[in-house]
Nanobody
Framework: QVQLVESGGGLVQPGGSLRLSCAAS????????MAWYRQAPGKQRELVAI???????TYAPSVKGRFTISRDNAKNTVYLQMSSLKPEDTAVYYC?????WGRGTQVTVSS
């Protein structure tokens, strides 16, 4: 069973940046789309960004122009570079591959 492990979360001030990483333990990583989701307290989990096996990318309107998703198939890793962070970006961020989810990493944007 493939496992996904996120890292890189933390506390950052508004306007700051963070880079999240998600490493897959095994499998044909390059064959699948990878996605980042987030869930804020009291809200439903929402899609942040997705990158297909061919490199096509889609962003949620709320993060477009501020976040960048990328993947390194040689390292079985997907990244989420987050810039110009806002308090409303505060959430637990989850990595997703098909029906597999990571445990999440907390991102808190606060002064």
């Amino acid at each position: 069973q493939v496992q996904l492990v996120e890292s890189g979360g933390g506390l950052v001030q508004p306007g700051g940046s963070l880079r999240l990483s998600c490493a897959a333990s095994s499998g044909k990583f390059s064959d699948y789309a990878m996605a980042w989701y987030r869930q804020a307290p009291g809200k439903q989990r929402e899609l942040v960004a997705i990158i297909t096996s061919g490199g096509s990318i889609t962003y949620a309107p709320s993060v477009k122009g501020r976040f960048t998703i990328s993947r390194d198939n040689a390292k079985n890793t997907v990244y989420l570079q987050m810039s110009s962070l806002k308090p409303e970006d505060t959430a637990v961020y989850y990595c997703n591959l098909r029906d597999i989810w990571g445990r999440g990493t907390q991102v808190t944007v606060s002064s």
